[in-house]
């Protein structure tokens, strides 16, 4: 079975700087890809950076990225130049190619962006 | 583009109680999620449809539960007989099957669901 784990349940950041969030994850599969989703208080769930596990580049996408090391199985994602409009609950997740729309969620971790 | 839409947005109802959620996708996207999120924790997969087709539920989803997609195009999740340990945030979700958009769900703002 595949599973996601978040091992920081909160952090906190000052705006301006770079904070890292942790994910490690499982699976005996090949063909997968990992994602970072936004849920902030609005709670409105958003898609901020996937990266496809075949790809050795990592995936940018402004001041997201992601450190992805397959053999470790660890996906942690970087904000820099944090802004007060991160602060969200960030859920790593997981998908399958083969798995249809089952996306494998971690528990989650809280970040705050403080001014 | 009008986003995914889910109604309502807050439920409130007596244990043993029949509920039912609508959610409207994205117009052009074939394939609708529904998921399941308690406080703390990370959406839990309940079910998903291509089209009309529902394709997998998961094995947390209860003979209680229920869900249609009757013209491929909004949604309904029918819980019978509820419980409280049924209450938790109704996620819907949709998104167009194609390899270079895998995993690239929309997601509405969901539906909370209290049962007392």
């Known amino acids: 079975a595949q599973t996601v784990t978040q091992s920081q349940p909160e952090m906190s950041v000052q705006e301006a700087e770079t904070v890292t969030l942790s994910c490690t994850y499982d699976t005996s599969e090949n063909n997968y890809y990992l994602f970072w989703y936004k849920q902030p208080p609005s709670r409105q769930m958003i898609l901020v950076i996937r990266?496809?596990?075949?790809?050795?580049q990592n995936a940018t996408e402004n001041r997201f990225s992601v450190n992805f090391q397959k053999a470790a199985k660890s996906f942690s994602l970087k904000i820099s130049d944090s802004q007060l409009g991160d602060t969200a609950m960030y859920f790593c997740?997981?998908?399958?190619?083969?798995?249809?729309?089952?996306?494998?969620f971690g528990q989650g971790t809280e970040l705050s962006v403080k001014p | 583009d009008t986003g995914v839409s889910q109604n309502p947005r807050h439920k409130i109802t007596k244990r043993g109680q029949n509920v039912t959620f609508r959610c409207d996708p994205i117009s052009e996207h074939n394939r609708l999620y529904w998921y399941r999120q308690t406080l703390g924790q990370g959406p839990e997969f309940l079910t998903y449809?291509?089209?009309?087709?529902?394709?997998?539920k998961s094995r947390l989803l209860s003979d209680r539960f229920s869900a249609e997609r009757p013209k491929g195009s909004f949604s309904t999740l029918e819980i019978q007989r509820t419980e409280q340990g049924d209450s938790a945030m109704y996620l819907c979700?949709?998104?167009?099957?194609?390899?270079?958009?895998?995993?690239?769900?929309?997601f509405g703002s969901g539906t909370q669901l209290s049962v007392l």
């Open positions: 990266q496809e596990a075949y790809k050795q």
């Open positions: 997740a997981f998908i399958l190619y083969n798995q249809g729309g089952k996306l494998i």
């Open positions: 979700a949709s998104s167009v099957w194609d390899r270079p958009t895998i995993g690239k769900l929309f």
């Open positions: 449809f291509q089209n009309e087709a529902q394709l997998e």
